[in-house]
């Protein structure tokens, strides 16, 4: 059990990759404190993980929140060995023009905001273990999206803040990593895939884009994820580690 004993701080672990994430964690070994501002999904979420588990309502971009919902987390299990900042959104799907002011402030307080409020609040908890931090970025933080600047945006500010973070707290022994997907199918995928043009072509186009010729779960994220946490990572830091079946060789935009 690759995780055995290990506390994670999972926000946006209810849903989607986070919560592929979740159960992956959990079958290692790990206890996982799952971090949503969807209570529904929360209720669902905990109740299959099971009682070694927990979960805590928060608003990511809220600070007072974050520290609470940290706090909270000590709390219940006496420390924190990770935390994977997951939560994030990709909506509106728009050029930037098009974007309003709230659109991209509700984008980058999620996407980024979030990441910064994670580190204030649990930077001691995680020097204290030697822990770590996986920040969940895309493929596009690399090679851009149309119709989705600001979401690029974000992502590739979590790349280079991801490298930077690295940087300042190897000192403490924190590794420092990110996963980058390119499609993943997961409830926001679906709701994007209604958003576009050519809604009966998207699964084609989606499992077009990626070399190995399909758009995967979110348990293949997870996988990794796991991975990077975990003491066989140990000299892994600064990383940005596409998880994208070959996508990063080059969106393909032909209908073969």
């Given amino acids: 059990m690759l995780l055995k004993d290990k506390v994670i701080f999972l926000t946006g672990g209810s849903k989607g990759i986070g919560f592929e994430c979740a159960k992956k964690y959990a079958e290692a070994g790990a206890k996982v404190m799952i971090v949503s501002n969807d209570a529904p999904s929360l209720a669902t979420a905990l109740s299959e993980l099971g009682e070694s588990h927990s979960a805590v309502f928060c608003d990511i971009s809220n600070a007072e929140d ?93 790349n280079a803040l991801t490298k930077s973070m690295a940087l300042d707290y190897a000192r403490h022994k924190i590794r420092v990593n990110a996963v980058a997907p390119a499609g993943v199918w997961t409830q926001m995928l679906e709701d994007w895939g209604r958003e576009q043009d050519d ?6 186009y989606l499992d077009g884009i990626h070399a190995l010729g399909y758009c995967p779960s979110g348990d293949v994220i997870a996988d990794v994820c796991v991975f990077l946490v975990s003491s066989q990572a140990r000299f892994i830091t600064g990383v940005i580690m596409p998880v994208s079946g070959g996508a990063e060789l080059g969106y393909r935009r032909t209908n073969e």
């Fill in 66 to 158: 974050v520290a609470n919902a940290i706090d909270y987390t000590l709390l219940t299990y006496g420390k924190i060995d990770v935390i994977h900042n997951n939560a994030g959104i990709a909506h509106p799907s728009k050029p930037l023009h098009e974007t309003g002011a709230d659109e991209w402030d509700h984008l980058f307080n999620t996407n980024l905001k979030g990441i910064y409020h994670t580190t204030k609040s649990g930077l001691n908890a995680l020097i204290h273990s030697q822990g770590c931090i996986l920040n969940t970025s895309s493929l596009v933080g690399e090679i851009g999206q149309e119709n989705h600047a600001v979401y690029a945006a974000t992502k590739g500010a979590v």
């Fill in 199 to 204: 809604v009966a072509g998207i699964r084609k």
